[in-house]
């Protein structure tokens, strides 16, 4: 689009807060403006989107939440503009020069991250026969997925010439299954400590937590943007499709995102069912599995592109296995500390 067609697009929609634009380039959804009152960006949203953002963004405000990107009120105090088929808003254009370090921007991204969830944390009445339903069906399915493991494996043991996508899965077997059992006995305990409870705990969830939503300004202060898909959820789903990503690398010891999530859990601290919940849908190889299962099912495969399919869904899972050991071992000890100063407690007062 020309300078004049994005001049022509944002002029009628700026009139609404009484800026004349001078200057505007364009980045996807939003949109530079360099106008006579300073540097803005104006971000495009759906209608669909733009009932709940507004109310949450309210909401937090009323919260005092103050790490939120600013969203400027039109002259007659709307904070977005309908325009054509379109929502608009308008915020400060951030700069976001970095000058920290890669672990000190996720360390303040997740205190802030706490923070928010800290603010907006309510309980809900959940129904327990519902609850008692998603259950034995997770359940149900991960058993299912523990048989069709065993299967397959059998499958290619019995062969005399295995492919390299299935000798790969074969050596590979004995990890997954470890983290299959892991997550559904997780998943049990958490069951077990709250079959007998409706209340649960959710807070404003972000949403789409990413580093690229999380901008700084000329003071080094961040502030969360695009709240656009945010919604009254489990703080987990922040926390684990982020995680989820950042451990799509090659084998490595991600030290620092167990320091990240326990960053998060100083401001936030999970409940001991909720811990359990988070490792179980953490520890799941549900990546693993559909490559395998998509494997099975296919009639024409490309063996190679299955094989580097599979070794990266395997390192993912090593990654998340390390991560998943290190809490497990940090909150075993936290309760053998606690164990220790109980009963020393105890025999002092005897």
């Not at 599995?289 to 063996?303: G, I, T």
Request: glycine share 4%; charged share 30%; aromatic share 16%.
């Amino acid at each position: 689009m020309s300078e004049t067609n994005h001049l022509q697009e944002v002029e009628p929609i700026l009139s609404h807060y009484g800026i004349q634009p001078h200057f505007v380039e364009g980045f996807q959804k939003v949109k530079r403006i360099y106008s006579n009152k300073g540097i803005f960006a104006l971000k495009k949203i759906t209608p669909q989107q733009g009932t709940d953002f507004i109310k949450h963004i309210q909401f937090l405000y009323q919260k005092g939440f103050n790490r939120i990107i600013p969203i400027y009120p039109t002259l007659d105090g709307r904070y977005a503009v309908i325009h054509g088929k379109n929502l608009y808003y308008l915020m400060p254009w951030l700069p976001n020069e970095i000058k920290e370090d890669r672990n000190e921007l996720h360390q303040q991204m997740f205190r802030e991250l706490a923070r928010l969830h800290t603010l907006s944390v309510r309980e809900v009445t959940i129904d327990k026969e519902e609850k008692n339903v998603h259950y034995e069906n997770t359940v149900r399915e991960w058993d299912k997925e523990n048989e069709f493991l065993d299967g397959f494996l059998a499958q290619c043991e019995g062969k005399w010439y295995m492919s390299p996508f299935e000798l790969l899965f074969c050596l590979y077997y004995h990890d997954i299954s470890q983290a299959l059992r892991f997550s559904t006995n997780k998943f049990k305990e958490w069951y077990e400590k709250t079959k007998d409870d409706n209340k649960a705990r959710v807070v404003l969830a972000h949403g789409k937590l990413s580093t690229e939503h999380f901008l700084y300004d000329d003071k080094g202060y961040g502030y969360f943007t695009n709240f656009e898909n945010s919604k009254q959820s489990s703080p987990m789903h922040d926390l684990l499709p982020f995680l989820s990503r950042t451990l799509k690398t090659y084998p490595k010891s991600h030290e620092d995102c167990v320091d990240w999530i326990y960053t998060y859990f100083k401001y936030f601290p999970l409940r001991d069912d909720e811990l359990n919940l988070f490792l179980s849908y953490f520890s799941h190889p549900h990546g693993f599995l559909a490559v395998v299962e998509e494997y099975y099912k296919s009639r024409n495969r490309d063996e190679r592109k299955y094989v580097q399919k599979l070794q990266r869904h395997y390192w993912h899972l090593k990654n998340t296995e390390y991560i998943v050991m290190r809490i497990d071992e940090i909150e075993r000890q936290k309760r053998l500390e606690k164990e220790a100063q109980a009963e020393a407690q105890s025999q002092g007062n005897t």
